[in-house]
């Protein structure tokens, strides 16, 4: 996504630049000077939302190193206390659906960035049986969980396209939260999924 966003981004940039402008009227020279500071900030962007939908390091060093990183990048851009919990347990999951699960647990996170108002944020890895289990919890505001049973919206597509993508490998996803109490959203996989 980003080699094609980007390439087309920095052309424009480029052929942007080309222009003498110094011939433009003075609010025309404003303009172009704006819409190269929005091509700037679109080019990187594109280029951290391809980090955050695929970071390098999570085929480099694996799913625990990707989550570490992260968790250090919302404590760094947000100023949110994050803790992992059993980062050294080793997940014995085919490479082909750990992007997935990134992704899953990314989400989850951006969740709690956007709507929990919290300070500190969990991730704990566990195995039990055949399974394993990757637990965000945080200590925000929370919601209520009957309004969401009685066909109140919350979470909307976001939560039912991970369902989704979990159901595809057999996985699942426990939700628990009530008002002031914090959210704990929990994705469970099977152990080697074939």
Partial sequence: ????????????????????FQEFQSGTRKRIVEIFSLLNKAINESRDLTYDLSPPILYALGLIAAFKWRLDQIEQLHNIR?????????????????????????????????????????????????????????????????????????????LLSIKERLESFKGRLYLRSGPDTGTSASIEIPVNYN
């Fill in 82 to 158: 994050t803790q992992l919990i059993n980062g050294k347990i080793v997940l014995n999951i085919r490479d082909e659906i750990t992007i997935f699960i990134y992704r899953i647990v990314n989400e989850l996170l951006q969740n709690a960035l956007k709507h929990a108002l919290a300070t500190e944020i969990i991730l704990e890895i566990s195995q039990k049986n055949n399974k394993y289990f990757i637990t965000i919890r945080d200590n925000g505001v929370g919601f209520n969980k009957e309004k969401q049973n009685n066909g109140e919206k919350l979470g909307g597509f976001g």
């Fill in 1 to 20: 996504m980003h080699d094609s966003l980007g390439q087309t981004l920095s052309l424009a940039y480029l052929k942007l630049s080309a222009i003498d």
